[in-house]
Each structure stands twice: as structure tokens, then as C-alpha cells.
């Protein structure tokens, strides 16, 4: 993401028309993209269970990865909006790492238990 930052802000893309637009709304891109890797990893979630999804335990899937969908949200669209407004500094990295790994360890153990209860 910041070698595309770099790349628009150099004037690389001169001749195309819209290479501005998510540096210019960058909250409206983290948001979509935000979504999309939140649906996705659900999607994986409900995959690792029993080899595909069954529509009798996708609800619980999702009330499950409620939580962890939330945080990895937040950590996509903190990275994406810092990164895109050129503001990344250091102790952004910093508790960016903090957030997934927070949700690294939600999710394993979300998995795990559902593992237990579905499979066992």
C-alpha cells in the first residue's frame, strides 16, 4: 500500500484519470476493503470446520467471528486510512500489531472451541 501511495504521490500515473481518488477519500476505500476481507475471512472460518460450509452452523459461524471480525475490521481500516492519509508513523505500527495479534489469539481459540463442539 505505501509503494501505491508513493507511486500516485510522484505523479506515475499522470495520465490516468482517477489514480487520485483513494488518496483523496481514503475512509470510503478502507471501509470497502475493510468488508471484503472481513466477509472473506468468515467465509475461511466456516471452511476449516468440517471442509465446507453447512447452513445449519453458518449462523453460528457468524456469531462466533462476530468479534473477531470486528477487531481484524478495525485493524484493516486503521492500517488502510493511515497509510492512504501519508500519517503511518511508528507507534501506529505498533498498535496496529497489537490489534491483530489480539485478534489473532480470539480467533484460534473462537476456532478451537468450535472445533471441539461441532466435531467432537
Known amino acids: 500500500m505505501p509503494f501505491y501511495v508513493n507511486l500516485v504521490v510522484s505523479n506515475f500515473f499522470k495520465h490516468e484519470k482517477y ?3 483513494v488518496l483523496e477519500h481514503p475512509q470510503i476505500f478502507a471501509l470497502v476493503f475493510t468488508f471484503t476481507i472481513v466477509f472473506l475471512s468468515i467465509l475461511r472460518g466456516g471452511t476449516l470446520i468440517q471442509g465446507g ?21 478495525y ?3 486503521f492500517t488502510i486510512k493511515k497509510t492512504l492519509s501519508r500519517t503511518l508513523s511508528t507507534r501506529d505500527l505498533i ?8 485478534a ?3 480467533e484460534v481459540t473462537f476456532i478451537n472451541i468450535l472445533i471441539t463442539f461441532l466435531v467432537g
Open 95 to 102: 498498535y496496529i500489531y497489537g490489534i491483530f495479534l489480539i
Open 75 to 77: 485493524g484493516i481500516y
Open 19 to 21: 489514480s487520485h481518488i
Open 104 to 106: 489473532a489469539v480470539i
Open 53 to 73: 460450509i453447512l447452513l445449519e452452523t453458518l449462523p453460528l459461524i457468524l456469531l462466533i467471528s462476530t468479534p473477531v471480525g470486528l477487531i481484524e475490521g
